[in-house]
């Protein structure tokens, strides 16, 4: 790379790009980096991309095609700077807050530095919260969400709980009926006080007619709901 094209990235944000990963998803998310990098504007951004593999390795500098081709690739620095590929790793430590090589003697441009991570991940540990929480960690800046809405437990409640929940519901509700149903069926009971309710709601919006003391029928106001 010429001293010329090292001043321009310079002024570039530099944006780590991570795709792949261990889900079901993971060919759903190589589809979804190929188009962020088609389309983000490279006269402003630097694009760092990260492949995570199906085994769950860090490959810098991989693309998503490559990772398409090669789902459990190995890091190979023998290839040309456009296809060299680096084992990487983040840890959680802020006062780090960069990409770690994994290999000995490697050397990431700008000593791993990032200024902001661009995730692109489906599925477990991309969509659930995972992923963020490591970024938030490591006190690095990235796009989206962050993890507390990102997690299925905050933005999603167990769907288990709350089928319990309308259970229990319904249970206590059968059981009352059983221990008292004079008094849910009775004249006034819980469930013909809302029916009462309904019909008379009914009759007089309807502006239908209703006996009256004395003998007759008094018709009711249509406008008028209740007594």
């Not at 060299?84 to 959680?92: C, D, H, Q």
């Not at 990409?99 to 441009?109: D, E, F, K, V, W």
Request: aromatic fraction near 8%; proline fraction near 7%.
């Amino acid at each position: 790379m010429s001293q010329e094209q090292q001043q321009e990235n310079k002024q570039k944000i530099r944006i780590g790009l991570i795709f792949g990963g261990r889900s079901g998803e993971h060919e759903v998310s190589l589809a979804s980096a190929n188009a962020v990098m088609a389309n983000l504007d490279k006269d402003k951004y630097e694009v760092i991309p990260i492949g995570i593999t199906k085994t769950g390795a860090w490959l810098l500098g991989t693309e998503p095609t490559q990772l398409l081709a090669a789902p459990d690739a190995q890091p190979d620095s023998t290839q040309s700077n456009q296809q060299a590929t680096t084992a990487v790793t983040l840890t959680g430590d802020p006062n780090v807050r960069r990409l770690i090589p994994l290999q000995n003697g490697a050397q990431l441009h700008d000593n791993g530095a990032l200024d902001v991570i661009f995730p692109v991940m489906h599925g477990t540990y991309g969509e659930d919260g995972a992923l963020q929480g490591l970024l938030e960690m490591a006190n690095v800046p990235y796009v989206g969400c962050g993890e507390h809405f990102t997690s299925p437990s905050v933005v999603f409640p167990n769907i288990r709980d709350i089928f319990l929940v309308i259970v229990a519901f319904l249970q206590s509700i059968a059981k009352f009926i059983a221990w008292r149903p004079d008094v849910v069926f009775a004249k006034g009971g819980f469930v013909s006080v809302p029916a009462g309710i309904a019909a008379r709601l009914f009759n007089e919006r309807s502006g239908k007619s209703r006996p009256v003391a004395g003998g007759g029928m008094k018709a009711t106001p249509a406008c008028r709901y209740f007594p």
